[in-house]
């Protein structure tokens, strides 16, 4: 079999597997991921990923059945992504941090046909997943083992994708809501297809690029803009199935690109052997999922001599900005890379910043930020109203996050309208963090928010009081949260006060609480 011919995909062929396969090398044996555990090459990715997908294929489940997996990083996880794909089914990545009432959630929502785990997990999860109906549970852990690979070592090693359509979903990233319970983002081949090939061409990737895969592949960061940026250019990818900064900076001596949250870039920052001589092989420095602070920014150019190219995005919409790699024709051929600014809509997207009433504002001035583009979501799983909430008349779709554009046309984000504490690249909802808090006993309420902190950006700090002749312990409530919630959750810092400060209309003001607690980590 060869799906390797360069040739234009019919509307109903759109399956992005089809598209990444296309730009593989001609000579498949070259390496593709070195990994700890050896290399593996293009072929190895594409008959591990067809053995996989003949597997799921054999289980003879309805087109676009979802497959919801929560195992550690591996190449094999990889593998099982794209087999995914080439089944025409839906990848339902779950971050590994999730316990069992949030896998719970996802399970029940998502209604998966198949979950993949992790060995050590599979008795709860298959425990959960079988009393919801779930038809198969397998395992796959993260040196080669588990159930997964040796029911798919019995499969052929050939596998045509299945045809499919741009608009078929491809995959669902469940992004956290206000209201604590997560909702489903679905996105089609044909969202994760377009925004693929325009950072290919707008990050400018050469033939010789090696990417430092160094981030979780659960998120849009590490499993899209980082796999399908170097599957799609045909570069190797070095594996790091940890991020450790140590290490990076030995694969930097060999590596070309780097994509990473602000955490990642303030961790180099603290190695004293970060200088110009260590990444004088590395041609792009990509930040993205968090805010990267100015000192970051500026410290990064002082030690290295690189610019590091912010970008932003969203699980819902793929990314939708980026400061220029190369000029930009259509930004007066601009190429500076503007700290503190997330750059240009990207192209084919379309960015505007309204009022509370929704009109346009004036060029500088602060507003809500809505965008429109071939990469932007479909809705969310099963929630008609949410997502017709989420998008206005004319289609645009509302981000949530607060920004203004400038003279030269660069995007800054200066804030959110969502209560969200975004915490070493992963969000975390107040409210979710909140009601936990709220049904212990003892508790009478509680505030969460965001705190400035050094290595993470932003961490949780809760505030809490107790009911009238209760004692509530901090330690308590930590532990308490640490039992429940995935770990990057939990507050760093818990207080128990009096009361909670309000405004006229009984509003908690989160703003005073900030302003209390804002040294807390200083
Ligand atoms: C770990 N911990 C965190 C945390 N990560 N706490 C708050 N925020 C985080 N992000 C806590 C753990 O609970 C633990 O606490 C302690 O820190 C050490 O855990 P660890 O597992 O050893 O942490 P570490 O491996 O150092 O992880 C830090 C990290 C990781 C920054 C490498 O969080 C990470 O990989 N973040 C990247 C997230 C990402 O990929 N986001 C992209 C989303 S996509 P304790 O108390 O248990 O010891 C998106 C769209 C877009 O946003 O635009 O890209
Ligand atoms: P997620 O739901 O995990 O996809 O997170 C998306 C959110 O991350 C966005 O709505 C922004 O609030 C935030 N984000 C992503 N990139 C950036 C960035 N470069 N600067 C500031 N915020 C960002």
Not at 170 to 176: F, G, K, P, R
Request: glycine residues 8%.
């Amino acid at each position: 079999m060869s799906t390797s011919k360069a040739t234009k995909p019919s509307p109903a062929d759109a399956n992005f597997y089809q598209l990444l396969r296309q730009q593989f090398p001609k000579d498949l044996s070259k390496p593709a991921i070195y990994d700890d555990a050896g290399v593996y090459s293009w072929a190895d990715l594409e008959q591990g990923s067809a053995m996989i997908a003949n597997l799921l294929q054999g289980l003879k489940l309805p087109a676009g059945s979802r497959i919801a997996v929560q195992v550690d990083k591996s190449v094999e996880a990889v593998m099982l992504y794209l087999a995914t794909l080439r089944a025409g089914h839906v990848f339902l990545p779950l971050n590994t941090a999730y316990q069992s009432a949030e896998v719970a959630y996802f399970i029940d929502n998502a209604k998966p046909a198949v979950v993949v785990c992790s060995p050590a997990n599979f008795g709860w999860v298959s425990k959960l997943a079988f009393q919801n109906g779930v038809g198969s549970v397998f395992t796959l852990g993260d040196n080669r083992t588990g159930s997964l690979l040796e029911r798919a070592m019995h499969c052929a090693a050939v596998h045509t994708p299945q045809p499919v359509k741009a608009s078929d979903l491809a995959v669902i990233i469940y992004t956290s809501g206000t209201t604590g319970r997560s909702k489903g983002a679905m996105l089609s081949h044909g969202n994760i297809a377009s925004n693929a090939q325009t950072l290919k061409t707008y990050w400018g990737w050469r033939k010789d690029d090696v990417l430092i895969h160094a981030l979780p592949i659960f998120h849009v960061h590490g499993l899209f803009v980082a796999i399908h940026g170097a599957l799609l250019n045909a570069s190797p990818m070095i594996w790091m199935k940890k991020f450790d900064p140590q290490q990076a900076l030995v694969h930097m001596q060999r590596a070309t690109v780097f994509m990473g949250v602000p955490t990642l870039y303030v961790r180099l920052l603290a190695q004293a052997n970060l200088n110009a001589k260590a990444v004088r092989n590395m041609r792009l420095f990509v930040s993205g999922s968090a805010p990267l602070l100015a000192d970051t920014f500026d410290e990064w150019h002082k030690r290295t001599g690189h610019t590091i190219l912010e970008r932003y995005g969203m699980s819902e919409t793929v990314m939708l900005t980026s400061n220029p790699y190369q000029a930009d024709a259509r930004y007066n051929n601009a190429t500076q890379r503007r700290g503190g600014t997330v750059g240009f809509p990207l192209p084919g997207v379309t960015l505007r910043v309204v009022n509370d009433s929704g009109e346009s504002v004036a060029q500088g001035e602060v507003g809500h930020i809505q965008v429109q583009g071939p990469s932007v979501f479909a809705g969310y799983w099963q929630m008609p109203e949410k997502t017709a909430e989420e998008f206005t008349a004319d289609c645009f779709f509302k981000t949530g996050d607060v920004g203004k554009i400038d003279a030269q046309g660069y995007v800054s984000i200066v804030g959110r309208n969502k209560d969200l504490i975004i915490s070493g690249g992963y969000n975390v909802y107040p409210a979710e963090i909140e009601s936990v808090i709220n049904n212990l006993p003892g508790v009478a309420e509680s505030a969460v928010v965001g705190i400035p902190h050094a290595d993470f950006g932003e961490v949780g700090v809760a505030v809490v009081v107790a009911r009238s002749n209760t004692a509530v312990e901090s330690a308590q409530v930590l532990a308490a949260l640490k039992s429940q919630l995935a770990n990057f959750k939990v507050p760093k810092h818990c207080v128990v006060v009096a009361d909670l400060p309000r405004n006229t209309m009984g509003k908690v003001q989160k703003n005073i609480l900030r302003q209390t607690y804002e040294k807390a980590f200083a």
